[in-house]
Structures are given as structure tokens and as C-alpha cells.
T-cell receptor, first 120, second 106 residues
Framework: GAGVSQTPSNKVTEKGKYVELRCDPI?????LYWYRQSLGQGPEFLIY????????DSGLPNDRFFAVRPEGSVSTLKIQRTERGDSAVYLC??????????????????FGPGTRLTVL | AQRVTQPEKLLSVFKGAPVELKCNYS??????LFWYVQYSRQRLQLLLR??SRESIKGFTADLNKGETSFHLKKPFAQEEDSAMYYC????????FGQGTILTVHP
């Protein structure tokens, strides 16, 4: 079946511009995650959704970053007034569910191919 | 706070040699740990998770709570094992280490 897809695969923009990155999760997956991977680093958590609501947005670096998932499926990560430091690969992942909270069981997260964002 | 440390950025071995990729973590609760792998030009994918106690592609990893480690091991490395490996800790969201690039030479 189809995996997680992300568009665009590459995005080049100028400093100060606004960008939107899209994620299509695996059908039926209720949990969706955004991560950011800078060069030479492991992925860093940004935000995750359970259904339509953001269950944890503690990883968003500042208020220029915002994400939505209005119908509980596709998600869009929005970055306002982009800065050169925002350049990174933005990864999306989905899982059947997420426990969060105090339990330790977590469904497997399936990753998309990423969007490489370059801010000039 | 959760933290995952992979002390080796690069690891090179010859085909048929044993390989061990190190991972240490810090976490106050009961951790769930994973190894993810990214082959060249492919997406990040799950290799194994500690609760399943499986051996995937000949790799195993044992959670040692006393040493807070989750090292990945394979007794006989293959060239196709060359990839980037990430150790990750989960409490809903994943916290990743910085990754280790494994190169297996013929």
C-alpha cells in the first residue's frame, strides 16, 4: 500500500518568505508527527497530532512555525518569515495511534521521504 | 529530559566482522527504545524495537537498564548493512540520537 508522502520533495525560498509543506499520512493512521533534521543531526521532534488536534507542539521552535490537520488526515506545516536557519529536511511520520501520556507502548512510526527546505 | 547519545559518528568494519553500534539514553520513566535505519536514497525505516525482542536482518539489541544502553549488534556484517543508523527513545514522540554511519567494506 501507499506509504507516507510529502510534497514538495525540495523547496527553495528566499529569506522572509512564507512556505507550506504538506504531508499525506498512511490511510487510517490517526497520529501524525513532524520532525526536522538539520545537517549531521538526528531528526528533532516538532509537533504531533492525534486526529485533528495538536496533542504536543512543544518542539516548535518559535511562533513562526505552525501546523494544521483540519480533517484528521493531511497535514500542512507552515513557516512564516523564513530564516536561513530554517534550512533542513522536514520529515513527517504517521502511526496507527499514539499513546503519549504515561504508558510506554507506542505504535510504529512510518516516515515519509522528507521535504528539503533551503532558505537563501 | 529525554536524551539519546550515539558516541560514534562513523563506524567502519570489514564484511564478516562483528559490528556494534552504541547507544546510551537518559530517561526518568520506563523507556521504549528503537533502532531506525536509513539506507542510501531511502526513507527512514524501523529496524527493531526492544519490546519485540526480534532479530531483524541479523541485528539484535538488548536493553540494559543498569547501564542505560541499547547497543545494536550483528555477528557478521554484510556490505548491504552500510547505512545510517539512529537510536531513538519514545514517549509518544521520538527522541533520536545523532546517528552512526556504518560502512561495511568488502
Amino acid at each position: 500500500g501507499a506509504g507516507v508522502s510529502q510534497t514538495p520533495s525540495n523547496k527553495v525560498t528566499e529569506k522572509g518568505k512564507y512556505v507550506e509543506l504538506r504531508c499525506d499520512p498512511i490511510s487510517g493512521h490517526t497520529a501524525l508527527y513532524w520532525y526536522r533534521q538539520s545537517l549531521g543531526q538526528g531528526p528533532e521532534f516538532l509537533i504531533y497530532f492525534q486526529g485533528t488536534g495538536a496533542a504536543d507542539d512543544s518542539g516548535l521552535p518559535n511562533d513562526r512555525f505552525f501546523a494544521v490537520r483540519p480533517e484528521g488526515s493531511v497535514s500542512t506545516l507552515k513557516i512564516q518569515r523564513t530564516e536561513r536557519g530554517d534550512s533542513a529536511v522536514y520529515l513527517c511520520a504517521s502511526s496507527l495511534r499514539s499513546s503519549g501520556g504515561t504508558t510506554s507502548s507506542t505504535d510504529t512510526q512510518y516516515f515519509g521521504p522528507g521535504t528539503r527546505l533551503t532558505v537563501l | 529530559a529525554q536524551r539519546v547519545t550515539q558516541p560514534e559518528k562513523l563506524l567502519s568494519v570489514f564484511k564478516g566482522a562483528p559490528v556494534e553500534l552504541k547507544c546510551n539514553y537518559s530517561y526518568s520513566g520506563s523507556p521504549e527504545l528503537f533502532w531506525y535505519v536509513q539506507y542510501s536514497r531511502q526513507r527512514l525505516q524501523l529496524l527493531l524495537r526492544h519490546i519485540s525482542r526480534e532479530s531483524i536482518k541479523g541485528f539484535t539489541a538488548d536493553l540494559n537498564k543498569g547501564e542505560t544502553s541499547f547497543h545494536l549488534k550483528k555477528p557478521f556484517a554484510q556490505e548491504e548493512d552500510s547505512a545510517m543508523y539512529y537510536c531513538a527513545l519514545s514517549y509518544g514522540k521520538l527522541t533520536f540520537g545523532q546517528g552512526t554511519i556504518l560502512t561495511v567494506h568488502p
